[in-house]
């Protein structure tokens, strides 16, 4: 990332950043992010909506899922649902992508 670069490009670069931390976090880094003070449910679902946004993968998703039902967590169901959901129906959408292609 060119920290020099005007403030659009460098923020473009940051959320690009971004996305692929998302995408490759694991349920333990989830857990931490989550777990932090500073961390509100809020802000879970500003998470979740751009996580939506940017089209993450079904795994991000699940991932984020399962990082909500860790012990100690104050995070209400109906935010771990959404992601669930929609890890869901991406996996779903997949698997009938990968259906119909078989049937080529």
Not at 84 to 91: D, E, I
Request: charged share 25%.
């Amino acid at each position: 990332m060119d920290i020099s670069a005007p403030p659009g490009r460098l923020l473009a670069q940051a959320d690009l950043l971004l996305e692929h931390l998302v995408d490759s976090a694991s349920i333990v880094d989830a857990s931490i992010v989550i777990s932090c003070d500073e961390i509100a449910e809020s802000w879970t679902e500003k998470l979740y909506e751009w996580m939506v946004c940017k089209q993450c993968s079904g795994r991000a998703f699940d991932v984020f899922a399962l990082a909500t039902q860790r012990p100690g967590l104050q995070i209400p169901i109906l935010v771990e649902q959404k992601f669930s959901n929609r890890a869901t129906n991406l996996f779903r959408r997949d698997d009938l992508a990968d259906d119909s292609d078989d049937e080529l």
